[in-house]
């Protein structure tokens, strides 16, 4: 939020500096995120206080040589006026008329001055220098508010109050400065300037001056013309409407207009623009209706009916029934009429009731909503505004009338309107106040600084809170939570005010006491115990071990959402997008974010999408959990689901960068990703204990590059039937079981084209992370052999259907520990060696640990290794 300082001195004292404000308000939980200073020293542009004055234009001339430009005689101190050259539309009107009755207030800058360029790009600094225009010398200039940095604006020259001082520096009349505030969502209070004086107040102990707006009403009395029914009394517990007449539609004046493009907001009208001002100010949204437009005058309060529809004033015609056709969870709550709906409640109004340049009746209404339902309804219609922030936050209950009040008063004075008498306010619910009884000790227990009752009091009375300092007798129950309050009899009996809505617990006190007394007045303290020695996690280590490996390999880490959608699970695998899969969220933020995934393939995709639009490669893994809802889960779902942590690898892009010394490469492919797969793998020690083995049959994946990831586990009673085989053959081995703990390959055309990624090779992975960390072998350290290696290579000639990784496996069943490395380096299919087979070409590296290997040892690894290839697979040695 953003919040002049003039605006904010007018509701409190403030005597110290902008700098030292900004960090009361920060320290005191109202972070400033910047000071803007508009016209005064230490801002962009400052304004010269001898260049750039409040002028009187006496009298508007024609040019004598040019129909576009006319010349001004300005009065701005000095004894003679001065001719000004200008060409603003805003001052023909005034053409010819002689001396004005009533000068118009400008802004002069003389020759010399420093002022932003009106007519270029952005905002260009430019030093005011005197020439002649058609004749006539122009060396000074009254200013738009875009030349002086107010605002873009650059249609006409700025205008200023009648009762701006001739002659004053500008920067002393008008000059600003802007705090710039994050408002949290607990600090709701501050979203406006009567809010922000409070903290103020409370933070520098500054006197508040907290007005009590009154309007005159003239005009006959409201009750009877005007009617008011809330059907949804837990939905809007407060409704107040008033009337009035004979108002004229025209531009709010400039000191209004300049205040809301201070804070952000752009002028419209009077009308429009007095509502938002008092919602700045007071924090409590208000809307105008066309009176006429309203059916008998009869505002009401209800939700949405099935089948109605509504247009809203951005022009959009809004189905207002629940469905995936409005995106809405439930019925909305509405403002209508006893005709249908005029305006969705709290967020937007409708385009059939708005105030235009012809309304002359206005029926303003201000009411309290309920919180969820508001922010429910504009995250479906996805129609953020500043009335919705403030709603869905909470509102003051008490608040109404005083903004009624204050914008009723200023659509007199500045529309000529005449209010009805009176302001009906419907209120089935009003505000309950919490009460609360904070002893001392509890200050001390949880904040950790000593502080008595009456001092506790005067710090809560300073942020508007109710205080009374009470004895602990009699209270009950109160010691069970105030452990350790010892003898002390006194306590603080605090009644929480409306505007608090935050506060209703004791802790909630202790922190405003903590935030007012001030955070860097507490204490440090150090723990009396030594530190804990952490325990272990293994499991946590090696989940951070596969970062930093898959990190090693070039790839960058991501966070995608948890919550996905059915139409993205449709993309990457329509037959799964079943919504009875899928635990779904009672209170989801978005319709895209509606569903907790089972697979992190869809929104991995969807961050590769977005980032290919940027640039060209993008490399990238998460780990995380997928969410699968437990098959006996209760009728209500009461059961908690399985909530298994997943790796998701997405890869697409060329090769290599782009570069002048080197030909635009190959795209990435299956083998890349399989590469990192495999360094994974083995940095796990897991090497030799998984195959890949040829996927089929999944929609994901393109047909022949897609490939299942299996690890090898001995069955739970391996050992026993091991032994049981060794004492009856003299022989055993351990029964393997294969299990499937991922997949990886190209994604199919179809799924590339649904995330409008055509042309381009996505490969993919999805692996168990839980089962790849079980199965993760400890490093086992190997010592550097002193021997020499002895390097063999081996043709086989295989059938087609035989995989290599399995000629692999062989080969290193065959060879044991005397096998140092084993690459494949040349595939060959061709009429030499037949029909449905193919020629493997191996390179096999041998060393011992503790010897040189002979000739003939090697031979015999060799030969061992070829009768079993001949055994066990059927392949046969290309000489």
């Known amino acids: 939020m953003k919040a002049p300082l003039s605006w ?74 001065h001719t000004v050259v200008t060409g603003a539309p805003n001052l023909f009107p005034y053409k010819g008329q002689g001396r004005l009755e009533h000068p118009l207030k400008a802004v002069f800058a003389m020759q010399g001055a420093r002022l932003y360029d009106g007519h270029a790009e952005g905002k260009v600094i430019t030093t005011l220098k005197g020439r002649p225009v058609r004749g006539v010398m122009s060396d000074a200039m009254l200013c738009s508010e875009k030349e002086l940095g107010i605002s873009d604006e650059h249609e006409g020259i700025i205008f200023l109050e009648d009762d701006a001082p001739v002659g004053q520096p500008l920067r002393d009349f008008l000059g600003e400065v802007v705090f710039e505030i994050d408002i949290t969502p607990n600090n709701a209070r501050c979203l406006s300037i009567i809010g922000l004086a409070r903290e103020i107040a409370a933070l520098t102990g500054a006197p508040l001056h907290l007005p009590d707006p009154q309007a005159q009403m003239d005009g006959p009395p409201v009750q009877g013309q005007v009617t008011v029914t809330i059907e949804n009394p837990e939905l809007c517990p407060r409704f107040t409407a008033a009337l009035v007449e004979d108002i004229t539609i025209g531009p709010s004046p400039h000191w209004m207009q300049r205040r809301l493009r201070h804070i952000g907001m752009r002028p419209v009208n009077n009308i429009v623009d007095i509502s938002n001002y008092v919602m700045m100010e007071w924090g409590e949204p208000t809307h105008a209706f066309d009176a006429d437009k309203v059916r008998d005058q009869h505002l009401i309060a209800r939700v949405a009916r099935p089948g109605e529809r509504l247009t809203t004033l951005d022009g959009k015609e809004r189905d207002l029934t629940p469905g995936p056709e409005s995106g809405l969870a439930h019925f909305p709550l509405l403002v209508a009429d006893p005709s249908g709906p005029l305006g969705i409640a709290g967020v937007m109004g409708g ?76 209120y089935p619910r009003p505000w309950q106040s919490v009460k609360l009884d904070l002893p001392p000790c509890e200050i001390t227990r949880i904040v950790g600084i000593q502080l008595s009752a009456p001092q506790i009091a005067d710090i809560l009375r300073s942020a508007g809170f109710v205080c009374e300092i009470r004895g602990s007798s009699g209270l009950g129950d109160f010691s069970g939570y105030a452990i350790g309050c010892g003898n002390d009899s006194l306590l603080v009996h605090v009644t929480v005010p409306s505007f608090r809505q935050d506060v209703t617990l004791l802790a909630d006190l202790c922190e405003e006491v903590a935030r007012l007394h001030g955070y860097e007045y507490i204490p440090a303290t150090q723990m009396t115990d030594e530190i804990p020695v952490a325990d272990a996690h293994p499991d946590l280590v090696l989940e951070q071990r596969t970062r930093d490996i898959l990190v090693g390999c070039g790839l960058n880490e991501v966070i995608t959402p948890s919550l996905t959608s059915m139409e993205a699970v449709a993309l990457t695998q329509p037959s799964k997008a ?118 089929a049959d999944d929609e994901r994946f393109h047909p022949g590059r897609a490939a299942t990831l299996l690890i090898n586990r001995a069955s739970p009673d391996a050992d026993a039937r091991a032994e049981r085989a060794k004492r009856e053959s003299g022989k055993g081995r351990a029964e393997i079981l294969s299990e499937p703990v991922g997949v990886l390959g190209e994604i199919h055309p179809l799924v590339g084209e649904r995330f409008d990624l055509e042309g381009v090779r996505v490969v993919v992975a999805e692996i168990d992370l839980d089962a790849l960390i079980e ?105």
């Open 351 to 426: 385009e059939d009731s708005e105030v235009r340049e012809t309304t002359t009746r206005v029926l303003l209404e201000a009411a309290i909503w309920e919180p969820s339902q508001i922010r429910r309804t504009a995250q479906a219609f996805k129609l953020p505004s500043e009335a919705s922030r403030r709603f869905e936050r909470g509102v003051d209950y008490e608040i109404p009338l005083a903004a009624q009040r204050r914008a009723l008063d200023l659509m007199r004075t500045l529309a000529g309107g005449v209010i009805y008498e009176g302001i009906i306010d419907v």
């Open 578 to 695: 079943v919504a009875a899969r899928y635990l779904k969220l009672s209170n989801p933020i978005s319709p895209e974010r509606e569903y907790l995934r089972r697979s992190m393939l869809p929104t991995l995709l969807e961050a590769l999408a977005a980032n290919l639009r940027e640039r060209d490669q993008a490399l990238m893994f998460e780990t995380g959990r997928v969410y699968l809802p437990q098959p006996d889960a209760g009728a209500h779902g009461e059961w908690l689901p399985d909530e298994p942590r997943r790796l998701g690898i997405a890869i697409a892009g060329p090769r290599t960068t782009l570069s002048w010394s080197e030909p635009a490469g190959e795209s990435l492919d299956f083998f890349d990703l399989k590469g990192i797969v495999e360094t994974l793998l083995e940095r796990f020690g897991l090497d030799d204990q998984t195959a890949f083995v040829p996927l």
């Open 8 to 81: 904010l001195k007018e509701f409190v004292d403030i005597a110290i500096s902008a700098e030292e404000l900004a960090h009361r308000l920060t320290m005191g939980g109202l972070e400033v995120a910047a000071i803007h200073s508009i016209g005064l020293e230490g801002s962009e542009l400052p304004w010269d206080p001898d260049k750039i004055l409040v002028a009187n234009v006496l009298e508007v001339k024609p040019h004598p040589n040019a129909d576009r430009l006319v010349l001004a005689d300005v009065d701005y101190g000095d004894p003679t006026p």
């Open 775 to 879: 199965a993760a072998q400890l490093p086992r350290y190997t010592p550097i052999s002193r021997y020499p290696a002895t390097v063999q290579d081996l043709a086989v000639v295989i059938a087609d259907d035989v995989s290599a990784d399995r000629v692999a496996a062989a080969i290193r069943r065959g060879a044991g520990d005397l096998l140092e490395s084993l690459t494949l380096f040349d595939v060959y299919t061709g009429p030499q060696i037949g029909t449905g087979k193919r020629s493997l070409a191996y390179r096999l590296a041998f060393r011992a640990s503790d010897r040189t290997l002979s000739d003939e040892a090697v031979a015999k690894v060799r030969t061992k290794i070829i009768k079993l290839l001949e055994r066990e697979i059927g392949a046969s040695i290309r000489s």
